[in-house]
């Protein structure tokens, strides 16, 4: 195993960046600077890019992503999904965690280091708006930078907070909600300029202050590294076998310069192991990679490898593990496609009226009466026909005809009067049907009650 490098008697016994009076340790991140660091920011330049121009894109008229939860309706690849659809939305929730899980087991914190939002936002537009600002720490902590800097840095900041909320608003009320937003006057959309001014904040003091504690102490997928890697899993690694005995004078390719600690964003030291709160940002990897090349020693002492890889120089992500839970997964999207195919373009609410009891309107009749709500999910308007399948029996709608544009919902009163004689008991089971130009769209069944012979 590597010699720590901290004492072994202080050594993880508190959280990495508390010092032992409890107070925080500032991260003085460098600028790290090799081809990881350059793919990384491609791919933070893609997702940046793909946050922004998502809300404005649509799919036969349809937002392609949008989250509208004030009216319940959330666009997913352009399909939309309704609130009545959560078993569907529950199916796509246990697939997005089980590929997490997946992607975990066989990756370690991958997504973190190159995909995640919070993560890229800081290492990669307020990091570097820092850098800008307050050089890039090549010795550790800077001297105190003048007012005026760190004011531009922080009124940076606060701009850049400012743009992020905007873009992550219209996930939620689409482009034009954002636009209808900021032409309002303040005082007509109190609520809304309110609720951006606070997202703003707080993005602000996330991105300025508790930076790095998100991944390291909140983040709950952190948390789940402990769990959920294995000796097999692929991860950033420190190739102990190769690099000890450390220092200048031993015999190990490592010569404990530290560059590999200077540049980390949340202060860790890699050679101490696998540690939940690396998030695979390579910088380490990059750092040690140019301290290789100046002593002439090969490259790619810390690499994404897997204990199993150092220990024996094999790796491979398909083990028992990955493959159990790649079955689930199958299993699932199965599942999920059954589902969708089993979706009807009608969502049929149908209800007892509170409070109701069984009507008589002559010696052979009774009536039930039933509160309807109607949502098309289609692109096409319907008029709906209500039929009473089995037993007989007559369907009347109270108002006006049940007319819905597309995407659009009705609601109604309705009356069912069927014959005494086919009472069967005190609760009786009526299939229903609704229809649109002769076409069934669905089917439901409900109770229906009357006296008893
Ligand atoms: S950068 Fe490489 S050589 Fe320097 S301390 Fe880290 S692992 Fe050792
Ligand atoms: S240990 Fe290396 S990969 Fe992990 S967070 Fe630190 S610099 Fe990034």
């Known amino acids: 195993m590597p010699k720590k490098t901290t004492e072994e008697s202080s050594f993880r016994d508190r959280p990495i960046n508390i010092d032992a009076s409890g107070k925080r340790k500032w991260v003085y991140a460098r600028q790290p600077k090799g081809k990881w660091y350059m793919r990384r920011t491609l791919v933070a330049w893609m997702v940046l890019v793909f946050l922004a121009i998502a809300p404005f894109i649509r799919i036969k008229g349809l937002p392609f992503m949008k989250f509208d939860i004030p009216q319940g309706e959330f666009y997913l690849f352009g399909n939309l999904l309704y609130t009545q659809d959560t078993y569907l939305l529950a199916i796509i929730m246990a697939i997005a965690v089980v590929s997490v899980v997946l992607f975990t087991v066989a990756f370690g914190r991958l997504f973190c280091g190159w995909l995640c939002p919070q993560n ?69 959309n109190l609520k809304g300029f309110s609720i951006m001014l606070g997202i703003s904040a707080f993005y602000y003091w996330i991105y300025s202050n508790f930076r790095e504690q998100v991944c390291t102490m909140i983040c709950p997928y952190g948390r789940m590294q402990g769990v ?10 420190y190739d102990y076998k190769r690099g000890e005995p450390r220092g200048a004078k031993n015999v190990g390719d490592c010569i404990d310069c530290s560059s590999c600690l200077a540049v980390c964003p949340t202060g860790i030291d890699i050679r101490n192991g696998t540690q939940l709160e690396c998030i695979h940002c390579t910088a380490c990897i990059d750092e040690c990679n140019s301290v290789m090349k100046r002593i002439q020693k090969p490259y790619n002492l810390i690499r994404y490898d897997s204990v199993k890889g150092i220990e024996t120089g094999k ?6 593990r990955t493959l159990a839970y790649a079955g689930v997964l199958f299993v699932l999207f199965i599942f999920l496609a059954f589902t969708v195919s089993r979706r009807t ?16 309107p002559d010696e052979q009749t009774v009536m039930n009466l039933y509160n309807l709500k109607l949502i098309n999910k289609s692109e096409n308007a319907r008029n709906i026909e209500v039929k009473l399948l089995s037993p007989e029996g007559i369907v009347e709608v109270a108002g006006k005809p049940l007319l819905i544009e597309s995407r659009g919902h009705v609601e109604a009163v309705l009356m069912v009067k069927i014959n005494k004689a086919t009472i069967t008991g005190k609760n009786t089971d009526l299939r229903i049907g609704f229809f649109d130009n002769q076409e069934l769209l669905e089917t439901t069944t409900i109770n229906f009650i009357g006296p008893t012979k």
């Open 345 to 360: 373009s009608l969502d049929v609410s149908l209800l007892r009226m509170p409070g109701s009891l069984y009507q008589q």
């Open 120 to 188: 890229i936002f800081l290492e990669m537009v307020y990091r570097r708006i820092e850098y800008l600002f307050m050089g890039n720490y090549r010795k550790g902590k800077p001297k105190e930078p003048g007012k005026f800097k760190r004011l531009g840095m922080h009124l940076s900041f606060m701009l850049i907070s400012v743009v992020f909320t905007n873009v992550f608003l219209m996930w939620f009320i689409g482009p034009e909600g954002l636009a209808r937003l900021i032409q309002e006057p303040v005082q007509e």
């Open 228 to 237: 959920l890697l294995d000796s097999q899993s692929i991860s950033v690694i």
């Open 315 to 320: 790796r491979s992500v398909f083990t028992t």
